[in-house]
């Protein structure tokens, strides 16, 4: 039997919206068609690999939840979320401050964070930390160039540059609906950002985003072009890197973003627990295999 795709809208307008993208793709002739059964396509993809091993596929809440049953176990995928990872480790690469402090702390290199709080937060954690003019002291110290973020989000929403003390209070009005927190991070000047995506200390996929002309995010989501990493050092220094995040985070799937600075510096931009590889596919469609490949290993590795 073929699974339902729920009639209603996606309930949390905080998850990817893999729900627009109502294709599948044809193995045999490489190209994209709209999917009969109505399910997006990064559903169908693991549709059709459950389907392959014999694993049962149920599309719950929305679609956002899926339960897989393989002899009378049960395993979930939870939007881009793979019921493989330890959930405080999720936990962490979800929280952009958090995972700083864990890299940070191992000397890891990453782009420099603080954090800070809604001004209706009092508690005493927060304290010092909750007012615009604590971000204009940091933006002062930091060239007068810096980005505000959400603690707490993805795909570019919400990542804001900071230039001049009166966008404050409307950057962090904005953060502030949907994040507990922010941070701020100095400008950098990027050259490129790397995506590695990782499953079990193993790198599975390695590309370069470059943004399209006028955009400044490196997220597929806001434009950017995705190709293939030739250079083999290149590759090794940043697997290293984003391998030593995973270890470190204690992360068995996720994807790391490397950015390359002017500088040549190279530093982590953020850990994702979530993989999401669908835009990166729809740019490349000769990637299916591996793309797939890479789900089925994940979906397998939730029942051993
Ligand atoms: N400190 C920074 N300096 C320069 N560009 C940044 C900075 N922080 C974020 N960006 C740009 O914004 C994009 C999105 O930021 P990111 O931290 O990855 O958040 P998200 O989780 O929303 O993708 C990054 O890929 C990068 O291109
Ligand atoms: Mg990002």
Known sequence: MKPQSSKFKPRNTHLPDFHNDFQLFDDKNQTFFPHETGL???CSILYQICQEENIDFVL???DWLIKLTQN???RYIFGYKFGINDQTAGQIADDKYATY???RHVNIPIIEHAVCYDKTNKKPYAKNRNTASYVAEYLHAHADHIVLKPSAGTCGQGVQQITRELEIPYALEKIFHQSFSAVMCPFYHILAEYRIVILDNLPRLIYKKTPTANQWKFNLKTGAL????????????ITQIAIAAAQTLNLRFCSVDIIETTAHD????EVNSGVMIRRF???HPEKYPLVKQIY??????MFV
């Open 40 to 42: 997006s396509f990064y």
């Open 101 to 103: 402090d864990a890299l």
């Open 266 to 269: 190279f530093l982590i931009m």
């Open 72 to 74: 009378h176990q049960n």
């Open 296 to 301: 089925r290993d994940a979906i397998l590795k």
């Open 281 to 283: 596919l729809k740019q």
């Open 60 to 62: 719950l809440s929305d």
């Open 226 to 237: 995705a190709e293939d990493v030739q250079d083999e050092d290149l590759k090794q220094k």
